[in-house]
T-cell receptor, first 115, second 112 residues
Framework: DADVTQTPRNRITKTGKRIMLECSQT?????MYWYRQDPGLGLRLIYY???????NKGEISDGYSVSRQAQAKFSLSLESAIPNQTALYFC??????????????FGSGTRLTVV | QKEVEQNSGPLSVPEGAIASLNCTYSDRGSQSFFWYRQYSGKSPELIMS????GDKEDGRFTAQLNKASQYVSLLIRDSQPSDSATYLC????????????FGGGTRVLVKP
């Protein structure tokens, strides 16, 4: 099994619908992140969490919310999806004791299309 | 000014040549720097990390860091068609650390 698992892998949804993207990890890492990727824009941080009780907004949090249900689970919700939220979404984890050298572990991504 | 900047490319190099990628960053407090490779539709994979000025070599890859000039570069020697991908520069910014800011990526095309 993958260390960081994202579900679903692909999703098409309609404008105005609520949708949840899920991320679970077996790395035992405290720190988890949600990024979105658009062509030419690299990865932009949506939300991050350094432990279960710690949730922080990233640079593009508007229109999104998150829930850290457990150390291993971090979900991203789009309350009312809009077409410009069409993107590739990545979940990532890191170990603070090793992060300086090892960066992140990424999930396989969720390709979301809002029509 | 974006926090982390890269030339979007594409950078076209013949097979066997050296590919040279550059990245500049704005936060002088940045401590750790990473290069990720990303194939189309796939997740980024870490290929190099560097946190001290100078060069760091790993196989065909060399990362170079110059904190005074605020740039980090990646050299790919003996480029292979399998190196064709987008390369993302990432910088660990902020006092709390461990929150990566990514550049937009440089697309590399290695032609046989």
């Amino acid at each position: 099994d993958a260390d960081v698992t994202q579900t679903p892998r692909n999703r098409i949804t309609k404008t105005g619908k609520r949708i949840m993207l899920e991320c679970s990890q077996t790395k035992g890492h405290d720190r988890m992140y949600w990024y979105r990727q658009d062509p030419g824009l690299g990865l932009r941080l949506i939300y991050y969490s350094f432990d279960v009780k710690d949730i922080n907004k990233g640079e593009i949090s508007d229109g999104y919310s998150v829930s850290r249900q457990a150390q291993a689970k971090f979900s991203l919700s789009l309350e009312s999806a809009i077409p410009n939220q069409t993107a590739l979404y990545f979940c990532a984890t890191s170990d603070p004791s090793a992060a300086a050298n090892y960066g992140y572990t990424f999930g396989s991504g969720t390709r979301l299309t809002v029509v | 000014q974006k926090e982390v900047e890269q030339n979007s490319g594409p950078l076209s190099v013949p097979e066997g040549a050296i590919a040279s990628l550059n990245c500049t960053y704005s936060d002088r407090g940045s401590q750790s720097f990473f290069w990720y490779r990303q194939y189309s539709g796939k997740s980024p994979e870490l290929i190099m990390s560097i946190y001290s000025n100078g060069d760091k070599e790993d196989g065909r890859f060399t990362a170079q860091l110059n904190k005074a000039s605020q740039y980090v570069s990646l050299l790919i020697r003996d480029s292979q068609p399998s190196d064709s991908a987008t390369y993302l520069c990432a910088v660990n910014v902020g006092a709390a650390g461990n929150k990566l800011t990514f550049g937009g990526g440089t697309r590399v095309l290695v032609k046989p």
